[in-house]
């Protein structure tokens, strides 16, 4: 991904582009620097009491010695009024949940190395905590039965390994090496776990003055978050409990299991995913999502009700075209509230019934810090009040609040101590169209703090991953750091993207990669003919999918001056093989088997074209990515070494898929990147 210009017009652009690497220490103090990521703090998970006077929420940043995400319990009054820890600052603790009466808060506080997981009850009149469980397994989906006295939670329960074969104790003092592992199942390992313990996830209950958890299901099954019935005699849950679990994994069906006596019966019966189950409040009704399962790379999920006694099921959001989640019932049992993707955005809206959908508000975003993937979280009162996390293109997210029809109201502003004396890169909103089809896309441009129109800068070109995902116009630690090195940033949602509707979000199945290409090339050059940006620096990079992009750009054009492929598919037929999910993948994706599909495999793998690539490509994979495994990033640099292409392989050590998951990670990965175009760029170092 680029060959170097004449030393007359190297110097040339040496003086029209101002270079600015964002760890050079000559930079201005006013821009955003790798440091200030460990600064960074953004609101998690907000949780309104359910008299809508109050909310707590964890308030959330990374722990520059520990080198991970850490997150503190603060509470607010929705009037903006007395902002303030419910709990020591020191605690590390998160999921918040009120009792019904909102007199109590459970909450899940982590031990100093983020392990060691346990329940606690706090009491809103005292301030006084109690620990309720002591578990060897970490408790999560916390839920309060309606009259307050139980708790359900679902927790991991390990099973034992039966050996294979029995093996002479070593003697004392003796050192055989670690016991062999002996693995005889289709789903044996998962990206940011590891290789899988034994075991399954199931339902627990609990006295909400503590005790000892009773079990509630069981089986070779992994049960989903509980949904207690408004009698508090049963709960109901998503799981895919048929026998051909692991072969058909989308399966999910409703379940109600009974707390008495654990017996389960099933509520739906289609083909396809059954999730997010919701009572009403009078109990007559459930709400839930998702399809009928067409085998599509991209499927619109749904909005469906039925009875509670799980007949006459019907779709409701069958005129909206858009992915319906996070549910919450109405006071009056007539409408839900929800979240869902539009165009780079994430809103809550409410829905009725007979399927009319109202917006309520925008801007629910921001929860991925390193890159601007559309994503936020919300709690809302059955009377319509709300809290939400809002982010925007000049913050993370900061605690919201809102009522229907009303106003909203920012509570928050974490990183005004930071920002307050830091110039970010100014993020505007584009459309463009495709010249394959003249389809309009949406990118967003991202300029260098002191961007002058009259100037040139380096472009880059940076693509998001799923590859059925969005990106929108929120804060991105990462773009916001290539912005304070000089370059002009694009980024976009090619056909495939989420939050435009499913026919445009299945213009890339059984077709990925190939015309989202078109699309990309498109958004560059709508970007060039606004003018300052130095055709002859032109950069590219992604992660994910936006690796396989990367990696099918460099061999289908030469355009850019050198280019860095993360964590990417270079070799479908093997990454169909080695890949978590592997059920997933050829079935969803690709019309079969690779071996019984093989030109259809190799058409769409970018090791196909290597023999086209001449750029400078950097590659870089986590070396416990069990998604995109690591394999995939070493074909294509042997090949391009064999090739005599300038290339360079980046490892990370003990890195999953989300290589950007510790700040340090997201420090080392930005770094690396501008190192490797500054390496290539005109003017720039040998």
């Known amino acids: 991904m680029r060959p170097t210009p004449r030393l007359a017009l190297a110097l040339l652009l040496t003086a029209t582009a101002p270079r600015l690497a964002a760890q050079d220490s000559a930079a201005p103090s006013d821009r955003f620097t790798l440091r200030d990521i460990f600064e960074l703090e953004w609101v998690a998970d907000p949780r309104i009491a359910p008299d809508g006077n109050r909310v707590v929420f964890e308030r959330a940043g990374y722990d520059v010695m520990k080198d991970r995400e850490r997150a503190s319990l603060w509470i607010a009054r929705t009037d903006g009024s007395d902002v303030r820890p419910l709990l020591d600052p020191g605690i590390d603790a998160g999921s918040p949940r009120w009792s019904p009466d909102g007199s109590r808060l459970l909450y899940v506080a982590r031990g100093a190395e983020g392990e060691g997981a346990e329940i606690y009850l706090h009491w809103m009149d005292t301030g006084q905590n109690a620990v309720l469980t002591h578990v060897t397994e970490s408790p999560g989906a916390l839920a309060w039965s309606p009259d307050g006295k139980w708790i359900a939670f679902t927790m991991f329960v390990p099973e034992a390994p039966k050996p294979f074969v029995s093996l002479p104790e070593p003697p004392k003092g003796a050192d055989w090496g670690p016991p062999w592992k002996y693995i005889d199942r289709l789903n044996y390992r998962f990206n940011g776990e590891g290789y899988l313990p034994l075991g399954h996830q199931h339902l627990f209950v609990l006295p909400a003055e503590g005790g000892t958890p009773r079990q509630l299901t069981d089986g070779p099954f992994d049960d989903g978050a509980p949904e207690w019935a408004p009698d508090g005699r049963s709960i109901l849950f998503s799981a895919n409990r048929h026998d051909d679990a692991d072969y058909d994994p989308a399966n999910t069906e409703i379940y109600e299991v009974s707390v008495a006596d654990g017996s389960i019966k099933a509520l739906t019966d289609r083909h396809g995913p059954d999730e997010n189950p919701t009572i009403s409040p009078d109990g007559r009704l459930i709400a839930y999502t998702g399809y009928d399962d067409r085998y599509q790379g991209y499927q619109v999920t749904r909005l469906y009700v039925m009875n509670r006694d799980g007949s006459g099921s019907r779709l409701v959001s069958g005129s909206f075209d858009r992915d319906v989640g996070a549910l919450t019932w109405a006071r009056d049992g007539k409408s839900l509230y929800f979240l869902y993707e539009e165009e780079g955005d994430i809103k809550l809206g409410s829905i009725a019934l007979d399927g009319k959908v109202v917006t309520i508000t925008g801007g629910v975003n921001g929860l991925s810090i390193s890159r601007p993937y559309d994503g ?56 463009y169209q495709s010249s394959f089809d003249r389809r309009r896309i949406q990118g967003w441009i991202v300029t260098p703090p002191d961007f002058d129109p009259h100037q040139k800068y380096p472009f880059l070109l940076e693509i998001h991953g799923g590859p059925y995902g969005g990106y929108g116009g929120t804060f991105a630690a990462e773009i916001q750091l290539y912005a304070a090195a000089g370059y002009v940033v694009l980024y976009t ?168 998951a510790k700040p340090s990670n997201m420090m080392a990965k930005v770094a690396y990147i501008l190192g490797w175009f500054e390496r290539y760029r005109a003017g720039g170092r040998p």
């Open 376 to 431: 936020g979280q919300y709690s809302a009162t059955p009377d319509g009040r709300f809290a939400f996390t809002q982010g925007a293109a000049d913050h993370p997210p900061d605690l919201a609040v809102g009522r229907v029809g009303g106003a909203v109201q920012r509570l928050t502003a974490l990183n005004d101590d930071l920002f307050g004396h830091k110039r970010l890169g100014r993020v505007e909103p584009i459309w």
């Open 493 to 660: 949602n090619p056909r495939g993207s989420t939050g435009y509707g499913e026919e445009f979000g299945n213009l890339i199945h059984l077709d990925y990669p190939d015309h989202d290409f078109d699309d990309l090339m498109s958004g560059v050059d709508a970007v060039i003919a606004r003018g300052s940006v130095d055709t002859t620096n032109l950069f590219v990079t992604g992660g994910s999918g936006g690796g396989v992009l990367t990696a099918w750009i460099v061999g289908h054009t030469h355009r850019f001056r050198a280019a860095v492929v993360v964590k990417p598919v270079i070799n479908w037929y093997s990454f169909v093989l080695t890949a978590d999910g592997p059920a997933f993948f050829y079935k969803y994706w690709f019309t079969g088997f690779p071996w019984e599909h093989l030109d259809e495999y190799m058409q769409r793998s970018p090791i196909t074209y290597v023999g086209n690539v001449t750029t400078p490509t950097m590659l870089m994979t986590g070396e416990v990515d069990y998604r995109t495994p690591s394999e995939e990033v070493e074909q294509f640099y042997e090949a391009l070494k064999l090739r005599r292409v300038p290339t360079a392989m980046i490892r990370v050590p003990d890195a999953s898929h989300e290589i950007a």
